[in-house]
């Protein structure tokens, strides 16, 4: 059974920074797409970033040039470094696996993770 694990999440001060890991298991996932996801309390989940199998990224506007989106197939995991947060940042980020890349950034994994918690204080 797929399983995915995320860690690292935490309380920073705005302009902090942090770096989430997402670990799987179940299966080898070098040729799967992976995710980062957020939601903030009383708003929908929404995309952050998004990496090929290929290491092909894609992120939403508001954290470019902030986070970085990576992978280690050796280790079935993939990870969010978060530069410069800021307050909006605030939110439970989930990951998210799927073979298919854009299935992914439509927020359509297959599977997700149970999240982990960024708090950014002002």
């Known amino acids: 059974q797929v399983q995915l694990v995320e860690s690292g999440g935490g309380l920073v001060q705005a302009g902090g920074s942090l770096r989430l890991s997402c670990a799987a298991s179940?299966?080898?996932?070098?040729?799967?797409?992976m995710g980062w996801f957020r939601q903030a309390p009383g708003k929908e989940r929404d995309f952050v970033a998004a990496?090929?199998?290929?290491?092909?990224?894609y992120y939403t506007d508001s954290v470019k040039g902030r986070f970085t989106i990576s992978r280690d197939n050796a280790k079935n995991t993939v990870y969010l470094q978060m530069n410069s947060l800021k307050p909006e940042d605030t939110a439970v980020y989930y990951c998210?696996?799927?073979?298919?890349?854009?299935?992914?950034?439509?927020?359509?994994?297959?599977?997700w993770g149970q999240g982990t918690q960024v708090t950014v204080s002002s």
């Open positions: 990496i090929s199998w290929t290491g092909a990224t």
């Open positions: 179940g299966r080898t996932f070098s040729s799967y797409a």
């Open positions: 998210a696996l799927d073979r298919n890349f854009s299935t992914v950034v439509a927020l359509r994994a297959a599977y």
